[in-house]
């Protein structure tokens, strides 16, 4: 049965994961509802958000797939009770209906949307919250003369996980083993290298 997953990827910042990234969902024909990239709390490392409606088994798949990649340090999928997650929104509204009308000023407020910018011929409100709570504000704003908006894509926490940095050190902290293998090939150097 298929439901909403958020995959979360830990990678390098290279040019050109993003197009490899996305060409592992097209060749399988899976839409991505939204795309996060951000920097993450570890120094040099990227994370991806990406929401899809799939099945578990296909998730599953992709995370394996994606971790293929060179530059893919980790790829973790969660369901939504499995994170905690939110969505910016913004709203550029009519000046003149807001000033007019208190109603739509009390109706931002119950919202808990804020003023970004505020001009003589439109204003720009944001607010955050789930996908349910920015779509009914947009209802509710259309009778007033709603312009513009816009949502941005899913930004999530695991609520299980101790942060990717502590994987990082725990790995880092790993000595090496004491058996020592020797390369087979190491003194064989012209054979192996020339053309």
């Known amino acids: 049965m298929k439901k909403e997953y958020t995959i979360t990827v830990y990678t390098e910042n290279q040019i050109g994961l993003l197009n490899r990234i ?3 969902f097209s060749r399988r024909k899976i839409n991505i509802e939204s795309l996060n990239t951000s920097p993450s709390e570890s120094e040099g490392i990227h994370r991806f958000t990406i929401l899809i409606n799939e099945t578990e088994e296909v998730v599953r798949k992709l995370c394996r797939q994606i971790e293929k990649q060179v530059e893919v340090l980790k790829a973790y999928y969660n369901t939504e ?8 929104a913004m709203y550029k509204v009519s000046t003149d209906a807001i000033a007019e009308k ?3 000023e009390r109706l931002l407020r119950e919202y808990g949307a804020r003023a970004v910018v505020i001009r003589k011929d439109y204003t720009v409100f944001e607010t ?3 996908r349910e709570e920015t779509d009914r504000l947009i209802k509710v704003l259309e009778p007033h003369g709603l312009i513009e908006f816009v949502r941005s894509a899913r930004v999530a926490i695991i609520k299980s996980s101790n942060g990717f940095h502590e994987k990082l050190k725990q790995f880092e902290q790993l000595e090496p083993g004491e058996e020592v293998i020797e ?10 290298f020339s053309m």
């Open 22 to 24: 996305a060409i592992i």
């Open 81 to 88: 009770d499995e994170i905690v997650w939110q969505e910016l």
């Open 102 to 104: 208190v109603k739509v």
């Open 128 to 130: 955050s919250g789930h």
């Open 183 to 192: 390369n087979e090939y190491l003194s064989k150097q012209a054979e192996v």
